[in-house]
Every structure is written in structure tokens, then in C-alpha cells.
């Protein structure tokens, strides 16, 4: 089964979680990892891709249309699943928040998500 994580950062102020949860996750996973990020915090995505230990792609995304700040948070990530063309060819997609810190395995997550 092909699977991607991606994140959504929609500040500055999320950006040094994420790569403290994407280290984690590279603890333990090695598949690939989308970096989407608003325009605020798109520069910072992009430094913290650039890091060959995290090994993820950075992608600038818009907030969802019609929405602002915490609402735009919440209807941006489900569109991206099903828009966005460098997610269309995986069977499952994983979003982590920026705040979450990877343990384990994220096999048994994905095996109950299919």
C-alpha cells in the first residue's frame, strides 16, 4: 500500500514543532513526507526540507477560499487529500499535526485506516 504524511503549517509559530515531530517520525518511517505551508510560513518549510535528516517536500498551499484563520485551519487539510496532484497516486494519506510526537510505528494506524 502506498502511503504519504503531510503536514499543514499555518504560521511561524508551528514551525518548530514540525520539525520536532518530523524527526520523530523519521525515527521510525522512512516513506514520503509533504510539507504543505501557507504563505506565512512557507520560508520556514522550506528551510526545514532542505534538512537531508527529515528528507520531506515542501509545498506552498492557500488557505481554503471563504474561510478565516481556525476554520481555515480545519477546511484546508481534507481538500488537500483529494486536490492536491502530488498526493492523487497514494491509497493512504496520514496528516500529522505539528504538535505530534511519533513513538511507534505508524503501520498499525495505517492497517486499521484500510
Known sequence: MKTAVFYLLTGPSHCANAVVSLESLRRVWGGPVFVFAWAESFKYATAMCADSRLNATAVFCEPAKGYRRRNAQESSKIPLIYTDPR??????????DADTIIKKSLQPLIDGAM
Open 87 to 96: 498526493l492523487k497516486d497514494f491509497d493512504c494519506v496520514v496528516y500529522l
